[in-house]
C-alpha cells in the first residue's frame, strides 16, 4: 500500500474480507455451528418424546434454543485466534473507527455461522413437525433474531478473549442476556399458528435488532480495549 | 437500623390485622416487598457506580461495584425465596413461569455472570473495567428482559396503591410497618454495602502504613 490515505468505507470492506476469507479457508469453523444446530435439535425427539403432535408444540422452542446454543458454540472463534497472533490488537491501533471494525467481524461472524443454520431451519421445522403455517414466520424472525445473538455475544467473547477457560463464563454472561430475543421469537410463532398478525412481533424483533446493531459494537469495542492491554 | 428492623418485624408480624382471605401468610409481605423492591437497585446502582469506575477510575466505585454483586444476588435470592414461600400459600405452587419472577431469576443469573467474571480476570485493572461495562451493559438488558418476559406470561400481581385513610382496602395499620420496614432493609442494604466496602478497602490497602497500624492496635 502506497501513502495513499485508506477510507473507513475501504478498511471495513477490508476486514470484512479478510474474515470471509479465513473462514473460508477454514471449513471447520464453519461446518462446526451447523453440525451442532442438527444434532441438538434432533436429541430433543429423542429425548422428549417421538410423538408428532408434542413435537409440533415444542418445534418452535427447540429451532430457536438450538439456534441459540449454535451460535454461543461458535462464537468463542470470534477474537481467539485474532487475539493469538496479535492481529486483535493491530485492529485496535487502526485509525478507524472501531465500531466499523467490530461490525465488519460481527457481519462475516455471522454469515459464516448464523446464516447456514437460518437456510437450513426449515428442513428441521419439517422434521419436528413444525405446522407448516409457521415455516415463513420461523424463517424470517430466525433471520432478524440470529444477528442479535452474535451481536450480543460479541460482548461476552470480547470481554473474555484473554481468559484460559471461557467457555463457561461466556454462557454465564451471554445467555441471560439473549432471553428477549428468544421470547420475541418464540411468541411470535405461537400467536401467528394461533392466526394473529406477525407485524408487532416483526418490528420489536427489528428494533432489538436494529437497536443492537447501534449498540452492541460499541461495547464490544470498549470491551476489547479492555481485554487487549 | 435494628430499631427500625426490630419495630417493623414486630409490628408486621404480630399486631397487623389479618388478611380476610390469605391468613397469616400475607405477613411475608413484609419481607417479600421491600426485599425485592430493592434488589431491584441492584443493577442501577452498579451501572451507576460502573459508570464512574470508567470515566474517572475511582478506586472506590469499582469496590461498590465488586462487593454489591454478591450482596445483589443475596437479595434477589431472598427475594425469590420469599416470593415462592408466599406463593406456595397463594397460587398452590413454588414457582411459574411468570414475568416478574422470570426477569428477576434472570437478573440473579446475570449478577452471577459478573461475580465469575471478577473472579475469572485476574488483573485487578481489566476485572475492574470489564465488570463495570457488563454492569452497565446488564443494567439496559435488565430492563429489557423486564418488560420482555412481562409481555409473555404474567401471573404476579403489578404493584398495589396504599391510601392514607383506614376506610381504604389497604390503610394506614397495613402500610406504616410496611414503610418501616422498607426503610428498615434499606438501612440494613445501605450498612452491609458499607461494612463490605470497608473489607475491600482494607484488604487492598493492605500494605499501606495506616492499614499495618491499624491491624497492630
Known amino acids: 500500500m502506497n501513502k495513499q490515505r485508506v477510507s473507513t468505507g475501504q478498511a471495513f470492506r477490508a476486514t470484512l474480507q479478510r474474515d470471509l476469507l479465513i473462514a473460508y479457508k477454514r471449513k471447520n469453523d464453519m461446518v462446526n455451528p451447523f453440525m451442532f444446530f442438527l444434532i441438538v435439535a434432533s436429541l430433543f425427539p429423542i429425548g422428549i418424546s417421538p410423538d408428532s403432535e408434542r413435537l409440533a408444540e415444542i418445534a418452535a422452542g427447540v429451532l430457536w434454543i438450538s439456534a441459540l446454543l449454535a451460535s454461543l458454540l461458535a462464537m468463542d472463534n470470534l477474537y481467539r485466534a485474532d487475539y ?85 463464563i461466556l454462557a454465564v454472561i451471554t445467555l441471560p442476556m439473549s432471553v428477549p430475543v428468544l421470547i420475541a421469537g418464540t411468541l411470535a410463532i405461537e400467536q401467528t399458528s394461533n392466526g394473529a398478525s406477525l407485524g408487532g412481533y416483526l418490528a420489536i424483533l427489528g428494533a432489538m435488532l436494529v437497536a443492537s446493531i447501534s449498540l452492541a459494537p460499541l461495547a464490544s469495542g470498549a470491551a476489547l480495549r479492555i481485554s487487549v492491554n | 437500623m435494628i430499631l427500625f428492623l426490630v419495630i417493623g418485624a414486630t409490628w408486621a408480624l404480630l399486631y397487623v390485622p389479618q388478611d380476610y382471605q390469605q ?105 475492574a473495567r470489564a465488570c463495570a461495562l457488563l454492569s452497565i451493559v446488564g443494567c439496559i438488558n435488565v430492563v429489557v428482559i423486564k418488560y420482555s418476559v412481562d409481555w ?25 410497618p410496611l414503610l418501616i420496614m422498607g426503610i428498615a432493609v434499606a438501612l440494613f442494604f445501605a450498612v452491609s454495602l458499607i461494612l463490605a466496602t470497608r473489607n475491600e478497602i482494607l484488604e487492598r490497602e493492605r500494605r499501606s502504613q495506616w492499614v499495618q497500624e491499624l491491624v497492630q492496635e
Open chain 1, 84 to 168: 493469538e497472533d496479535g492481529s486483535l490488537e493491530q485492529l485496535l491501533l487502526s485509525p478507524h473507527p472501531l465500531y466499523f471494525m467490530v461490525l465488519a467481524k460481527n457481519i462475516a461472524h455471522w454469515l459464516v455461522s448464523g446464516l447456514p443454520v437460518v437456510l437450513i431451519s426449515p428442513l428441521i421445522a419439517y422434521m419436528l413437525n413444525l405446522p407448516s403455517e409457521s415455516y415463513m414466520t420461523l424463517f424470517v424472525t430466525l433471520l432478524l433474531g440470529t444477528p442479535v445473538f452474535s451481536l450480543l455475544g460479541s460482548i461476552g467473547v470480547a470481554l473474555t478473549v484473554g481468559l484460559g477457560s471461557r467457555g463457561l
Open chain 2, 23 to 127: 391468613g397469616l401468610t400475607n405477613r411475608i409481605l413484609y419481607v417479600h416487598v421491600p426485599v425485592a423492591s430493592l434488589s431491584l437497585s441492584f443493577f442501577p446502582l452498579m451501572a451507576v457506580a460502573g459508570t464512574i469506575t470508567l470515566v474517572w477510575k475511582m478506586k472506590l466505585a469499582d469496590m461498590v461495584v465488586k462487593v454489591a454483586a454478591p450482596l445483589g444476588a443475596w437479595f434477589t435470592a431472598l427475594a425469590l425465596a420469599s416470593g415462592s414461600i408466599w406463593g406456595v400459600d397463594t397460587w398452590g405452587t413454588w414457582w411459574i413461569w411468570d414475568g416478574r419472577l422470570t426477569s428477576l431469576l434472570l437478573q440473579f443469573f446475570l449478577l452471577l455472570g459478573i461475580i465469575s467474571l471478577r473472579s475469572a480476570l485476574e488483573d485487578s485493572d481489566a476485572a
Open chain 2, 152 to 176: 409473555w406470561n404474567t401471573l404476579h400481581q403489578p404493584g398495589t396503591t396504599f391510601g392514607m385513610t383506614s376506610d381504604q382496602p389497604n390503610g394506614p395499620e397495613f402500610w406504616i
